[in-house]
C-alpha cells in the first residue's frame, strides 16, 4: 500500500508507475489518482467512504481547494469519476526533508458510492509479524 501512495513518477509515455503492470480497476477499486492543480501528482488509496490515504509530500502546502481525486479508472488521466477534497490532514510530525510520517488523510466533499470500480480497500486483519517484508 505504501509503495503505491509514496510513488508518483510516471513512466515517459506511459500512463503507469514506473515497472509497474496494468491492472484493471475492478482489481484495485481502491485505487485513487491525486490530482493537484489540475496535474497528477500521486496515487492513493481509498480507506472508508469520505477518506482517501496518500503521501504527504504530494498535497503538503496546497489547499483542499488544489486538490481532487480521480476514481473508479484504470487509467490516469480519463474516465471514473472526479470528487473535490474539502479538508486535508498532513500527519502533524511529516518532515518534508527526510520524508518521516509522510502520510496525508484527504477527506471527500461528498460520501462514495461504493462499487465494483470504486471501493475502500480492505484492512489487515492482523499485524505482520517483526521484519517481515511487503511483497
Same mark, same amino acid.
Given at each position: 500500500? #505504501?509503495? @503505491?501512495?509514496? #510513488?508518483? &513518477? ?6 503507469? *508507475? +514506473? ?5 484493471? +480497476? %475492478?482489481?484495485?477499486? &481502491?485505487?485513487?489518482? *491525486? +490530482?493537484?492543480?489540475?496535474? #497528477?501528482?500521486?496515487?492513493?488509496? *481509498? +480507506?472508508? %467512504?469520505?477518506? @482517501?490515504?496518500? /503521501?504527504? %509530500? ?5 489547499? /483542499?481547494?488544489? *486538490?481532487? !481525486?480521480? #476514481? ?12 473535490? @477534497?474539502?479538508? !486535508? %490532514? ?6 518534508? &526533508?527526510?520524508?518521516?510520517n509522510n502520510l496525508a488523510l484527504l477527506k471527500t466533499c461528498e460520501q462514495l458510492n461504493v462499487t465494483d470500480e470504486i471501493k475502500p480497500i480492505e484492512r489487515a486483519n492482523k499485524v505482520p509479524a517483526d521484519n517481515s517484508r511487503a511483497n
Amino acid at each position: 500500500l #505504501l509503495q @503505491i501512495v509514496a #510513488l508518483p &513518477w510516471l513512466a515517459r509515455g506511459d500512463q503507469r *508507475i +514506473i515497472n509497474g503492470n496494468t491492472v484493471n +480497476i %475492478k482489481d484495485a477499486p &481502491w485505487h485513487a489518482s *491525486i +490530482i493537484v492543480r489540475s496535474q #497528477l501528482q500521486c496515487g492513493g488509496a *481509498i +480507506i472508508s %467512504k469520505n477518506y @482517501i490515504l496518500t /503521501a504527504a %509530500k504530494c498535497v503538503d502546502g496546497y489547499n /483542499a481547494g488544489d *486538490i481532487e !481525486v480521480r #476514481l473508479g479508472t484504470s487509467s490516469c488521466g480519463t474516465g471514473g469519476s472526479k470528487f473535490g @477534497i474539502c479538508e !486535508v %490532514k498532513v500527519h502533524s510530525q511529516y518532515s518534508n &526533508w527526510r520524508f518521516d510520517n509522510n502520510l496525508a488523510l484527504l477527506k471527500t466533499c461528498e460520501q462514495l458510492n461504493v462499487t465494483d470500480e470504486i471501493k475502500p480497500i480492505e484492512r489487515a486483519n492482523k499485524v505482520p509479524a517483526d521484519n517481515s517484508r511487503a511483497n
